[in-house]
C-alpha cells in the first residue's frame, strides 16, 4: 500500500506540466567535531550529514527569499495545508546523518497542490532519528471566505504498527523469550555451605551453647538462583531477578519490534476539518491554520485510530518602531504528542 501511494503522488507530479520550473535542487554536505567529555576515552569519527534534495515552496507574503538551500531549512508555513500559490508544491529531502557515532537516515516528502475549490496533500516521513514513519494524503473541498480558507474532506493514514504490544499476546514463560534471543542461564547454589558448586541438601548441626555445645540437626536446602550470559558469553546478571529488571525490557522492546516488522503497512481513513486564516502587512503579520480528525476509521487490525486527532499552527509577527515581537508554533496530536514553540523580542539600533 506504502509504495503504491507514493506511486500515485509521484506519478501526480509527474504529469503535471512544467514540473521543475521555479523549482530548486540541492546538495550540502556538513563536517563537525563531536561532543567529547573530560572522561571521552573512545576516539569517536567526526560529525558529518550529507542532504539531497529538491524544493518548490511559495513564499508566503510574510516571508524573505533565501539565496541559498542546505536542506536544513523548514519554514513552520510548510505544515500548513493550503499554499501561498495556486498549483503544485513539493519538497524531496533525503539527509545521510553520523552524529557522535550514531548514524541514520531522515526522508521527506510531501506534495501539495492548491486550487481555488480543492486542495490535496500527500506526505511520506522516515525520520530514523525519531523511529517515526508515516503516510497521509488528503483530498478536500475548499472554500474561501475573505482571508478564510475552510476546507473538508477525508484523509487516507499510512503508518507501521505504531503501539502494538505484541508480547501482551505471548504466551510462552519469559525466560523463554530470552533463550529465543541467545540469552543462556545457568543455576547455582545461593549457600554452597560445602564450597563444592552443587545444589545439594544435607543434615548440619545448629549448635546453641558453645560451652556445653548443645545444638540440634536441621535439614538444609542450599537453594537456587541462576546467572545470565548474553549471546557473546559475557555474564550480564548474577540472579532471575536482576535479568528481568534491567535486560529483559530490552528483549520485550526487540520482540515487538520484530512483530511489528512482520506486520503489513496499517491504514486508516478519516475525516478532516481545517481551518486556514492568513493576514499580512508590512508591520503585522498573523498565519494560523488548523485541521481536526473527529472520525477514524481502521482499515487493517493495528491502525492507529484515535477519538480525535488533530493539529494546530500559528504564526503572528508585530514591529513596533524599532522593536518586533514574535510568536511561532505548532501541536500535533496524530501518533504521539509533536510540539515546538518559538517567540522572542528583536531591537534594531538605529
Not at 571521552?40 to 529538491?54: F, K, R
Not at 510462552?172 to 543462556?184: F, I, N, R, V
Not at 526487540?254 to 508591520?283: A, M, R
Amino acid at each position: 500500500m506504502k509504495n503504491l501511494l507514493i506511486s500515485l503522488a509521484v506519478g501526480s507530479l509527474m504529469s503535471a506540466g512544467e514540473f521543475f520550473k521555479y523549482s530548486t535542487t540541492y546538495i550540502s554536505y556538513n563536517l563537525s567535531t563531536p561532543q567529547q567529555t573530560l572522561n571521552t576515552i573512545v576516539d569517536i569519527e567526526d560529525n558529518y550529514s550529507l542532504t539531497l534534495g529538491v524544493r518548490k515552496i511559495a513564499r508566503f507574503d510574510y516571508q524573505k527569499k533565501q539565496k541559498f538551500y542546505d536542506g536544513t531549512e523548514e519554514a513552520l508555513s510548510d505544515k500548513a495545508f493550503i499554499g501561498a500559490v495556486p498549483g503544485w508544491e513539493y519538497l524531496i529531502n533525503v539527509s545521510d546523518v553520523k552524529i557522535n557515532g550514531l548514524e541514520y537516515t531522515d526522508s521527506k516528502f510531501w506534495i501539495r497542490n492548491s486550487k481555488e475549490k480543492s486542495v490535496f496533500k500527500f506526505k511520506y516521513y522516515k525520520i530514523d532519528s525519531r523511529n517515526l514513519e508515516f503516510i497521509t494524503g488528503d483530498v478536500r473541498y475548499r472554500k474561501n471566505i475573505n482571508r478564510l480558507d475552510i476546507t473538508a474532506g477525508i484523509a487516507l493514514l499510512g503508518h507501521p504498527a505504531f503501539g502494538y504490544d505484541a508480547y501482551s499476546e505471548y504466551e510462552e514463560p519469559w525466560w523463554q523469550l530470552a533463550y529465543d534471543y541467545g540469552y543462556t542461564d545457568y543455576t547455582y547454589p545461593l549457600n554452597d555451605l560445602n564450597n563444592n558448586g552443587e545444589i545439594e541438601s544435607y543434615w548440619i548441626w545448629i549448635e546453641t551453647d558453645p560451652e556445653t555445645e548443645d545444638g540440634y540437626w536441621e535439614y538444609f536446602y542450599e537453594g537456587l538462583d541462576y546467572y545470565w550470559e548474553d549471546p557473546e558469553g559475557n555474564q550480564i546478571a548474577t540472579s532471575d531477578t536482576e535479568f528481568y529488571q534491567y535486560h529483559q525490557p530490552k528483549v520485550i522492546k526487540k520482540y515487538n519490534e520484530d512483530k511489528i516488522d512482520e506486520l503489513d503497512y496499517q491504514s486508516s481513513v478519516s475525516l478532516v476539518l481545517g481551518l486556514d486564516y492568513n493576514w499580512s502587512k508590512d508591520k503585522f503579520y498573523f498565519h494560523t491554520w488548523t485541521s481536526i480528525y473527529p472520525i477514524s476509521k481502521g482499515l487493517t487490525d493495528y491502525a492507529f485510530v484515535d477519538d480525535l486527532k488533530y493539529e494546530v499552527g500559528l504564526l503572528l509577527g508585530y514591529k513596533i518602531n524599532s522593536i518586533g515581537l514574535f510568536l511561532e508554533g505548532n501541536y500535533l496530536d496524530i501518533f504521539k504528542e509533536q510540539y515546538e514553540v518559538t517567540t522572542g523580542v528583536n531591537f534594531q539600533f538605529k
